[in-house]
């Protein structure tokens, strides 16, 4: 039974409800979580402030920088268990599972060296007058958090977060909270004040919202989808709350026909199965230049037609999806498409191991995709990639802008001039120039245009995010 972490210590919900904890490579429950309320929000948020005022909010950056980078080699020793619990609890399979505790670890490394190089200005104003900026915490911060990278997006924010000198309050999807839960364990244990830290299990439309709409809250986190984003900015907007907001994207891959081709397939193909396609930053259209437009897809379709799917532990290219719902959002996608005429060229096959129980979808390749079909503009979440032909540089710039969101974009050619004009064009938040995605990108800025959502995480960009600026004005003659 898996419980909450309130000021370092673990407790059930007040009401003592669970909510099943589900394995999606077999479709079985395997433990519980409790299903916190608002009573279980405002101890959390309680044990936050508390932290915030005191204990954490009285270390020196240094002494912060010191305790996160400890959290960050405490979770590399610890990463067979946290690996583990994520691969059961979220289906990924081994190779994923271990990268995103290499990434969580990354996180509170490059946070830990953040902290104390975060500072503010003096700014040259009127004679006898000194101007002077700070960089404060906003105090408690609220993370509400997804199931397709828990870690990963818990590294992502809380690590800022905390570097900053704010308190966390952390709700998980209630389809993955276990590594999180365990990570929080971790930081007590190597020395985080009780309340730096807490972990609120629960419903999204329940307790998610009662943070979202918590006076206590001094800042949020969201990273979801565009649905629920717009419903915690409406809540948080009642009491003027802060809110960054990552909502995903449907983010090209856009490949010229002067472009290295070997080079480019295996991030054409990566980019949309990793985390069985569940991933904000999914290249999910690739758009090709008319005249290679044929001998790619043939390429793509010989490499679709190569990939395996099945159960987490047998780490084969795709894992299952998050849970039931989320295969049929996917079913319902491919059907609409079907329908509409989209031509199929190429699945790959989900092997016979893969228990019937488990939530299983074939990595699919569309071509022809009609530009306004809502497959080809709404984010499906699963691995299926769309393809469209373009004609020429304006021609691409238009598809690649075509949807509501602005996450990523990938560009493919060898042209530097071109490079840099369609890196100007293309609204996105990242744009990668002969790759895609970089390695994770921990030091990386991250966030949307339209949308995709707005404020930006990662890097050390997001420290400001996470801080509020004070303008201090003395006339002194
Ligand atoms: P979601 O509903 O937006 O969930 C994201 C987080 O918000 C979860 O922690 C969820 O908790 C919480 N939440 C849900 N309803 C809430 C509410 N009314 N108030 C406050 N918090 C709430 O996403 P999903 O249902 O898991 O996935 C649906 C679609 O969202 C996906 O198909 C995908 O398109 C998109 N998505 C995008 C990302 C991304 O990284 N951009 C991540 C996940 C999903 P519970 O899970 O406990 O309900
Ligand atoms: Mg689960």
Known sequence: MA?????????????????????PSYGEAFDTIPRSAATDLDAAVQAARSAA????GKLTAAER????????????????????????????????????????????????????????????YLDGYSVLTWREPHGVTGHVIPWNYPMQIFGRSVGASLAAGNACVVKPSEDACLSLIRVAQIAAEVGFPAGAINIVCGLGHEVGADLAKHPGIDHISFTGSPHVGTLIAQMAAERHCPVTLELGGKSPQIVFA??????????LVNAIIQNSGQTCSAGSRVLIERSIYEPLLARLATAFERLRVGPAAMNLDLGPLIRQT???RVWDFLSDAQVAGIPMVAQGVVVDDAPESGFYQAPTLLRDVPVNHRIAQEEVFGPVLCALPFADEDDAVTLANATKFGLVAGIWTRDGARQLRMAKRVQAGQVF???????????????GYKSSGHGREKGFEALYGFTTLKTVAIRHG
């Open 3 to 23: 419980l909450n972490f309130i000021a370092n210590q673990s407790c059930n919900a007040a009401s003592g409800q669970t909510l099943a904890v589900l394995d």
């Open 53 to 56: 005022t005191s204990t954490w």
């Open 65 to 124: 920088g010191r305790l996160l980078h400890k959290l960050s080699v405490a979770i590399t020793a610890n990463g067979e268990e946290l690996w583990a619990l994520e691969q059961r609890d979220c289906g990924k399979p081994t190779a994923q599972a271990k990268a995103d505790v290499v990434a969580l670890a990354r996180y509170f490394e490059f946070y830990a060296g953040s902290a104390d190089k975060l500072h503010g200005q003096t700014i040259p």
């Open 258 to 267: 002067d472009a290295d081709l070997d080079a480019a397939l295996p991030f």
């Open 326 to 328: 989320q295969q049929q």
């Open 433 to 447: 120039i002969n790759n895609y995605g970089a390695g994770g990108g921990v030091e990386l800025p991250f966030g």
